[in-house]
């Protein structure tokens, strides 16, 4: 029976706008949830400046302090009107994979500036922004099969154990030069070793401890005795990073080695710098245009199919499989890419370490708005962001993935027409690192497999649309090869 004091929050004004009782959750649960993923995804300010840190073909760069700064501010910014406008618990920032994408690929192509780089994922934000608002995305993703979209959800689950053990270090990318090892093993040499490694240990039987036992705060808890455990080792033993831009260290922090920093004044020079037809101006229109069609699937898909998996796992999704303000939601991830674009971040996008806050409990976008306000403050002051290492957060990754996981059993393994595509699905999203690399391996299944059975009608001809796309995205390299485009 609810108590008086939860009464009383059910009928004020922030329950009824973001019906926080009405998806049985409540005001303590979405603030844990939006510090959870808040200490999830925050790597990205740290992370995101150093995969754009090469410079241009006219030899400048965007600088490390510009862009944490102004990556902090975007992600705030986006992730409050998530929360606000869409009313999910979905945080935005700038998404890894398009990010790395600009920084590499678009980025030796000779000529280009990031003005113009920045210009082409302006241009694939604008160019979604008119699908979502004419229907078509929203389209799109009512046409995709329900085993699909469980797939998605279980792929994006495998997908961010992945990353939690990754980054951790538990498990590590092997270099392959000699072309006889796998490319991934546990540890360093297959031994665990090192303290940051002891952290992540410590914090996973902790959180599944927590959470079998139903603790409140469970996956905040871990994150929190797990964050206070790693500073204490490195004020101790001064560990340091695994790489500090000179030397390598197996045993260190993958990235942040935890550390208080201070108070500085943001640096947003950044923002309105993109020229959205430099690119066109240097490259001429046919590898322009190519270059924004690989970025605009990209964040096309990759934003799709981390809102089903994640509104499948906060439970928000309707008995016909829809997402309440589903046309919002996709309304704000394409000004992601429009905003990300123009501030030369790169693209904003969903994260998928928004479970972190899902498995916390949070299911409205008032989590989002404690997110996005906790951007805010990071812009200004990073101790928050330096202190928590992914060793801190990576337990947390893999428990929730093991709770988008668990709903496999819903695909229908029998129908082998639904369960190869989802298989692939599922294997290739934490296989290639990438979501949008899962979706087009199971859209094209799909439909062939269909086709094959002789189901072809079966097949909504919004798949075959998509599953031609994906055919472009997968081979255009070899398209970019016959044009004679380097």
């Given at each position: 029976?609810?108590?008086?004091?939860?009464?009383?929050?059910?009928?004020?004004?922030?329950?009824?706008?973001?019906?926080?009782?009405?998806?049985?959750?409540?005001?303590?649960?979405?603030?844990?949830?939006?510090?959870?993923?808040?200490?999830?995804?925050?790597?990205?300010?740290?992370?995101?400046?150093?995969?754009?840190?090469?410079?241009?073909?006219?030899?400048?760069?965007?600088?490390?302090?510009?862009?944490?700064?102004?990556?902090?501010?975007?992600?705030?910014?986006?992730?409050?009107?998530?929360?606000?406008?869409?009313?999910?618990?979905?945080?935005?920032?700038?998404?890894?994979?398009?990010?790395?994408?600009?920084?590499?690929?678009?980025?030796?192509?000779?000529?280009?500036?990031?003005?113009?780089?920045?210009?082409?994922?302006?241009?694939?934000?604008?160019?979604?922004?008119?699908?979502?608002?004419?229907?078509?995305?929203?389209?799109?993703?009512?046409?995709?099969?329900?085993?699909?979209?469980?797939?998605?959800?279980?792929?994006?689950?495998?997908?961010?154990?992945?990353?939690?053990?990754?980054?951790?270090?538990?498990?590590?990318?092997?270099?392959?030069?000699?072309?006889?090892?796998?490319?991934?093993?546990?540890?360093?040499?297959?031994?665990?070793?090192?303290?940051?490694?002891?952290?992540?240990?410590?914090?996973?039987?902790?959180?599944?401890?927590?959470?079998?036992?139903?603790?409140?705060?469970?996956?905040?808890?871990?994150?929190?005795?797990?964050?206070?455990?790693?500073?204490?080792?490195?004020?101790?033993?001064?560990?340091?990073?695994?790489?500090?831009?000179?030397?390598?260290?197996?045993?260190?922090?993958?990235?942040?080695?935890?550390?208080?920093?201070?108070?500085?004044?943001?640096?947003?020079?950044?923002?309105?710098?993109?020229?959205?037809?430099?690119?066109?101006?240097?490259?001429?229109?046919?590898?322009?245009?190519?270059?924004?069609?690989?970025?605009?699937?990209?964040?096309?898909?990759?934003?799709?199919?981390?809102?089903?998996?994640?509104?499948?796992?906060?439970?928000?999704?309707?008995?016909?499989?829809?997402?309440?303000?589903?046309?919002?939601?996709?309304?704000?991830?394409?000004?992601?890419?429009?905003?990300?674009?123009?501030?030369?971040?790169?693209?904003?996008?969903?994260?998928?370490?928004?479970?972190?806050?899902?498995?916390?409990?949070?299911?409205?976008?008032?989590?989002?708005?404690?997110?996005?306000?906790?951007?805010?403050?990071?812009?200004?002051?990073?101790?928050?962001?330096?202190?928590?290492?992914?060793?801190?957060?990576a337990p947390a990754l893999v428990v929730v993935g093991f709770m988008m996981v668990s709903q496999v059993g819903k695909i229908d393994w029998q129908d082998w027409g639904v369960g190869i595509p989802a298989f692939l699905t599922i294997a290739l999203m934490p296989f290639t690192y990438s979501i949008a690399n899962g979706l087009g391996a199971g859209f094209i299944s799909y439909v062939l497999i269909r086709t094959f059975q002789g189901r072809a009608r079966e097949v909504h001809p919004l798949m075959w649309a998509v599953a031609a796309a994906f055919l472009l995205f997968f081979g255009i390299g070899q398209v970019e090869e016959l044009l004679g485009i380097k």
């Open positions: 029976m609810l108590n008086q004091g939860s009464q009383l929050k059910q009928g004020s004004a922030i329950d009824r706008y973001f019906k926080i009782s009405e998806r049985g959750s409540n005001v303590s649960r979405e603030i844990r949830g939006g510090f959870a993923t808040f200490f999830a995804m925050s790597y990205i300010v740290v992370l995101n400046p150093l995969i754009l840190s090469g410079a241009d073909s006219s030899g400048n760069s965007l600088g490390f302090t510009a862009v944490a700064a102004t990556t902090a501010f975007v992600a705030g910014i986006l992730t409050i009107l998530m929360g606000a406008w869409a009313k999910h618990p979905f945080a935005v920032a700038t998404g890894l994979g398009v990010n790395a994408f600009v920084a590499v690929t678009v980025a030796s192509h000779p000529g280009l500036t990031w003005p113009d780089m920045m210009g082409l994922v302006v241009l694939s934000g604008i160019t979604m922004l008119i699908l979502v608002l004419t229907g078509f995305r929203t389209a799109v993703f009512k046409a995709v099969p329900e085993a699909l979209k469980t797939a998605i959800v279980v792929g994006i689950g495998l997908f961010i154990a992945l990353i939690g053990l990754v980054n951790a270090g538990f498990v590590r990318r092997i270099p392959d030069a000699a072309g006889t090892t796998v490319p991934l093993g546990l540890g360093v040499d297959g031994k665990l070793m090192g303290w940051p490694t002891l952290v992540f240990a410590v914090g996973l039987v902790l959180t599944i401890a927590l959470v079998v036992r139903k603790v409140r705060g469970a996956i905040l808890i871990g994150i929190v005795a797990s964050t206070a455990l790693a500073a204490i080792l490195e004020f101790t033993l001064h560990i340091g990073p695994s790489f500090d831009g000179k030397n390598v260290n197996p045993r260190g922090w993958s990235l942040v080695a935890p550390k208080f920093s201070e108070w500085g004044a943001p640096d947003l020079s950044l923002i309105g710098k993109a020229n959205p037809f430099g690119a066109f101006e240097h490259l001429g229109f046919v590898a322009a245009a190519l270059l924004a069609f690989v970025i605009l699937l990209s964040i096309f898909f990759d934003a799709m199919g981390t809102m089903v998996g994640l509104a499948n796992e906060a439970g928000t999704v309707d008995k016909n499989g829809d997402i309440p303000n589903v046309d919002r939601v996709l309304q704000v991830d394409a000004l992601g890419a429009i905003v990300g674009g123009g501030s030369s971040v790169s693209s904003n996008q969903i994260f998928v370490e928004s479970g972190a806050g899902i498995g916390e409990g949070a299911r409205t976008g008032l989590a989002s708005i404690v997110t996005g306000l906790l951007f805010i403050v990071a812009m200004f002051f990073t101790p928050l962001i330096n202190l928590v290492p992914f060793e801190a957060v």
